[in-house]
Structure formats: structure tokens, C-alpha cells
């Protein structure tokens, strides 16, 4: 989503970084399922310096993966008699990244909560399995297919050049700016108070995503990037 957006991870990876640098902070995380969710999501955390304990039933997913994790194990972690042996109720993060089986994935997360593991997520594959690992009580559910099919839904039926959605209905998209934003700064539009939108970023043809202020101008043809309730940047979005 240009500079702006790769700039505002930056900085929130930092920030996180920073937290988990301090001393005492528990840097290891166990991965159930190497599929390709999975198995990603682990990559990532061993890049990013993480004690990864990768798990699962499958051995030719486990030693294709064994030389990049930290630790892997072929296990059948249903069995919480399992978890326990391998030490993963000594953690305090674990990702139950199965998904096609909704019984070992309902399991496995019943036993991680009964082991006392204080962060659990699990990777759902419909709505209604998430909602029976929420009421299990896992602490983070993840849905990849229907959020990024939600999000391509966005780019393909509005104006917007990228759509990012958070839990709470807020969203940040980045959309060519319309007419009606344009030649004035963005504190005369007052497009916060008539559309409920925030303009952040903006990027002129050429030129790097900069920071928009109230006295930033906008002109027909640059890209912006605004934040604000999920309709309310539709909505805003639909006018250019």
C-alpha cells in the first residue's frame, strides 16, 4: 500500500519488538499445523527472531520444515497428554493453524486452554467454526480466506486501490482522492466532520507517500489514504 503503509508497519513491528525485547519476555511459540498457513506464519516468527516449535501429524511436512524451525515434532497434539510432553503448557503463545480438520482444530484448542496457555490463536475456516473456538474460549480467531475475500470483494465492486479492515469496523483504504477534496486544505474540506473520514497520507503522482496535515492541499489525481469507520471510507471511497 506504498511507503506510508510499509513505514506504519515498520514501526508497529518495531514497537512490538521493543515490548518483546524486555527482559523476562517469553520469545517461544508453538505452531500445530504446517500447512501452508501455518507453516508461513512460522517462517515469520523464526525470521523475526522467535523460538518457533513447529508440530505436526504429517512427517514429511515436519522435516521439510525441520532445518528452518527452531524445534519441530511430529505429534498428534489431540492428545493432551502430548502437549504436555513436548512442553507446550510451558508456553505462552500457541497457533492452532489446522483448518480443513474442524474436530482436531476444536481439540487441539480445548486442550491448549485446559493446559493454561494464556494466548491461544486458531485459524478458522467458516464462520461457524470460528464461533465455536470463541465460545471454547480461544483468545484470537483467525479467518484468512473470508477476511482476504472480503477485502478483494472491496477492490473489485468500489474505487479503492487497497482496503484493510480491523475488528472493531474501522477501516484504512487507499483510494484516488475525490473531486470534492481537492484544491483546499484539507482543514477547510472538512471532510472529518461531513464524511467521518480522516485523511492521513497522501501521494502525488511520482512523488512518496507523505503524512497529511490541515493544511496539506490535495489535488485531482493524487492517491490518499484515509481512515475512519468501515462505511463512512466506503462511502467516501464511492465519490471519486
Given amino acids: 500500500m506504498g511507503n506510508y503503509l510499509r513505514n506504519l508497519r515498520h514501526r508497529r513491528r518495531k514497537r512490538l519488538a521493543d515490548q518483546y525485547a524486555q527482559p ?16 508461513s506464519l512460522a517462517h515469520e516468527l523464526t525470521r523475526r527472531g522467535w523460538d518457533v516449535l513447529g508440530i505436526d501429524t504429517n512427517a514429511h511436512l515436519v522435516q521439510q520444515h525441520s532445518d ?18 513436548l512442553g507446550v503448557h510451558e508456553f505462552s503463545r500457541a497457533v492452532v493453524g489446522i483448518g480443513t480438520d474442524i474436530e482436531a482444530s476444536i481439540l487441539i484448542s480445548s486442550n491448549l486452554l485446559e493446559a493454561g496457555v494464556p494466548n491461544i490463536w486458531a485459524k478458522a475456516i467458516s464462520r461457524q467454526h470460528g464461533q465455536i473456538l470463541e465460545r471454547l474460549g480461544v483468545h484470537h480467531v483467525v479467518l484468512p ?8 470483494a472491496h477492490l473489485v465492486t468500489g474505487r479503492m486501490l487497497d482496503f484493510i479492515e480491523f475488528d472493531d469496523d474501522y477501516a484504512l483504504v487507499k483510494t484516488v482522492v475525490p473531486d470534492i477534496a481537492t484544491g483546499v486544505p484539507l482543514g477547510q474540506s472538512r471532510v472529518r ?3 467521518g473520514i480522516t485523511v492521513v497520507g497522501i501521494k502525488r503522482p511520482g512523488q512518496d ?7 496539506t492541499v490535495v489535488e485531482r489525481g493524487d492517491v490518499v489514504i484515509v481512515t475512519g469507520k468501515t462505511q463512512a471510507v466506503e462511502a467516501f471511497a464511492e465519490l471519486s
Fill in 209 to 215: 507517500f507523505t503524512h497529511a496535515t490541515a493544511e
Fill in 145 to 152: 480466506e473470508h477476511e482476504m475475500g472480503e477485502r478483494v
Fill in 68 to 85: 528452518t524451525l527452531t524445534h519441530a515434532a511430529v505429534a498428534d497434539c489431540t492428545d493432551p497428554e502430548v502437549l504436555r510432553q
Fill in 24 to 39: 523476562g519476555h517469553d520469545q517461544r511459540v508453538a505452531v500445530i499445523g504446517l500447512g501452508r498457513f501455518g507453516s
Fill in 193 to 195: 466532520s461531513k464524511y
